[in-house]
């Protein structure tokens, strides 16, 4: 499953870390090495966007012009933060967190070794680790992103004919592809793809591959009855 079939290489300065022969999570493993000569290669300041004083920015922080990072945000680096993004009071960027052009990281949401793409929202109380999220994603307040089994073994994915696909990562998230709308309080089990344009419902569970221009709709069964007066 090759990058440029869920995600808009054009929609982000990384294209890099993509390969045509190889399927789009062996970027994953890639993140470290790659961030790591990027920053080696950067001319000048790191730090070129609005700080605020109140931030914790680490070393190997690069910060593009016209980027926005509010009081009490962390990120603790190595990373890469895109022109024009803004990082939001609360967000905790770990190690190996690369993103986009325009895109925001919400209060209480929490990166680690991830790549999003240009306009790329993760607005509340996220957690985005081992994953890839491509342009114009959207993660909605509560969405959680997997990234290891509960048994720690190495992360088998679901194809949509069934099949099973050994992807030899024991940590690996999801892989949302471009303009595809996850609805507050999912979560994306270890090895979630999901293709381009989709809308995942809120309060859903989903695992495994789902194809382009999908709906997944997760309905409940609600009763309501008369309060009884004390």
Same mark, same amino acid.
């Given at each position: 499953?090759?990058? @440029?079939?869920?995600?808009?290489?054009?929609?982000? #300065? %990384?294209?890099?870390?993509?390969?045509?022969?190889?399927?789009?999570?062996?970027?994953?493993?890639?993140?470290? #090495?790659? *961030? &790591?000569?990027?920053? !080696?290669?950067?001319?000048?300041?790191?730090?070129?966007?609005?700080?605020?004083?109140? !931030?914790?920015?680490?070393?190997?922080?690069?910060? !593009?012009?016209?980027?926005?990072?509010?009081? =009490?945000?962390?990120? &603790?680096?190595?990373?890469?933060?895109?022109?024009?993004?803004?990082?939001?009071?609360?967000?905790?960027?770990?190690?190996?967190?690369?993103?986009?052009?325009?895109?925001? *990281?919400?209060?209480?949401?929490? /990166?680690?070794?991830?790549?999003? /793409?240009?306009?790329?929202?993760?607005?509340?109380? =996220?957690?985005?680790?081992?994953?890839? $999220?491509?342009?114009?994603?959207?993660?909605? !307040?509560?969405?959680?992103?997997? =990234?290891?089994?509960?048994?720690?073994?190495?992360? @088998?994915?679901?194809?949509? #004919?069934?099949? @099973?696909?050994?992807?030899? $990562?024991?940590?690996?998230?999801?892989?949302?592809? #471009?303009?595809?709308?996850?609805?507050?309080?999912?979560? *994306?089990?270890?090895?979630?793809? $999901?293709?381009?344009?989709?809308?995942?419902?809120?309060?859903? %569970?989903?695992?495994?591959?789902?194809?382009?221009?999908?709906?997944?709709?997760?309905?409940?069964? *609600?009763?309501?009855?008369?309060?009884?007066?004390?």
């Amino acid at each position: 499953m090759e990058a @440029r079939s869920l995600l808009d290489l054009s929609q982000t #300065d %990384h294209a890099d870390l993509f390969s045509d022969d190889q399927p789009v999570w062996s970027a994953l493993p890639q993140i470290k #090495d790659y *961030l &790591k000569a990027k920053l !080696a290669r950067v001319e000048g300041s790191l730090l070129r966007g609005d700080i605020d004083e109140r !931030a914790l920015i680490g070393e190997q922080v690069f910060i !593009a012009a016209d980027a926005i990072v509010e009081a =009490n945000a962390v990120i &603790k680096g190595p990373a890469w933060i895109g022109a024009g993004t803004v990082v939001r009071s609360g967000a905790y960027v770990r190690e190996n967190v690369i993103v986009g052009d325009g895109c925001v *990281l919400g209060n209480s949401s929490e /990166f680690k070794n991830c790549l999003l /793409f240009n306009s790329c929202e993760v607005p509340h109380f =996220n957690y985005v680790g081992d994953s890839i $999220l491509g342009y114009k994603g959207h993660l909605g !307040a509560g969405v959680i992103c997997s =990234n290891v089994r509960l048994d720690r073994k190495s992360i @088998r994915l679901r194809d949509t #004919d069934g099949s @099973r696909i050994d992807t030899g $990562l024991r940590k690996f998230g999801a892989i949302v592809g #471009d303009g595809t709308e996850v609805g507050c309080n999912s979560v *994306l089990s270890p090895g979630t793809i $999901l293709g381009r344009d989709c809308i995942i419902y809120p309060c859903t %569970h989903w695992s495994g591959v789902l194809a382009e221009k999908q709906i997944v709709k997760n309905t409940q069964s *609600l009763e309501s009855v008369p309060r009884e007066k004390k």
